[in-house]
């Protein structure tokens, strides 16, 4: 089945250490998207990218970093520069050829601070 | 700049009644897309209904429609006959088309279906 793969389903960060969440994706999707949702909260956009070898900072891209270098794969790191790292991230994908095609949604990673 | 409004933090609904969810939007671009996400508690995000900025009828998908009032700017899911498995979270999106297509949520309706 085609879908979005995040891993892993939760992830503990200790003080001063960088983790890299993966999100892979085998719908051939073009363009893919990371967010970052907090408790009741709505999803924010952290990076986002187009094609291999490019991508957007979104409104709270501050703290992480993200690569592109293959179509299926777009791994984000949470750096130490970022605070407050607890929340719940999404990553989704599309195809970007019509324009009334929706986001598919992997399950999310959950990430606390130890 | 665009942007998402979701007015309502938390809504309450009898079970069989309808159910209107309010979103409006600003944007200066003329063509643009409307999208409605639901997320249950378990945090997955299912696509219900899409609105184009050029469509001429409003959208419907089941009990899902979208009350699209485009000189206002309010782009509204309404769900009809609710059920206790509609009790989750709402999100409200849209995407700008050419260029880079950002994709803006608004901050979501919490609905919670009463028996």
């Known amino acids: 089945d085609g879908g979005i793969t995040q891993s892993p389903k939760y992830l503990f960060r200790k003080e001063g250490q960088n983790v890299t969440l993966s999100c892979e994706q085998n719908?051939?999707?073009?363009?893919m998207y990371w967010y970052r949702q907090d408790p009741g909260q709505g999803l924010r956009l952290i990076y986002y990218?187009?094609?291999?070898?490019?991508?957007q900072k979104g409104d709270i891209a501050e703290g992480y970093s993200v690569s592109r270098e293959k179509k299926e794969s777009f791994p984000l790191t949470v750096t130490s520069a970022q605070k407050n790292p607890t929340a719940f991230y999404l990553c989704?994908?599309?195809?970007?050829?019509?324009?009334?095609?929706?986001?598919?949604f992997g399950d999310g990673t959950r990430l606390s601070i130890l | 700049a665009q942007k998402i409004t979701q007015t309502q933090p938390g809504m309450f609904v009898q079970e069989k009644e309808a159910v209107t969810l309010d979103c409006t939007y600003d944007?200066?671009?003329?063509?643009?897309?409307l999208f409605w996400y639901k997320q249950p508690s378990s945090g997955e995000m299912i696509f219900l209904i899409y609105?184009?900025?050029?469509?001429?009828q409003n959208a419907t998908e089941g009990r899902y429609s979208l009350n699209f009032q485009k000189a206002r700017k309010s782009a509204n899911l309404v769900i009809s006959a609710s059920q206790l498995g509609d009790s989750a979270m709402y999100f409200c999106a849209m995407r700008l088309s050419g260029g880079y297509q950002k994709v803006t949520f608004g901050t979501g309706t919490k609905l919670q279906v009463i028996p």
């Open positions: 609105q184009g900025s050029y469509d001429q």
């Open positions: 719908l051939n999707h073009d363009a």
């Open positions: 989704a994908s599309r195809t970007e050829k019509l324009m009334n095609q929706p986001q598919h």
């Open positions: 990218s187009q094609i291999v070898n490019d991508f």
């Open positions: 944007t200066s671009d003329p063509s643009y897309g």
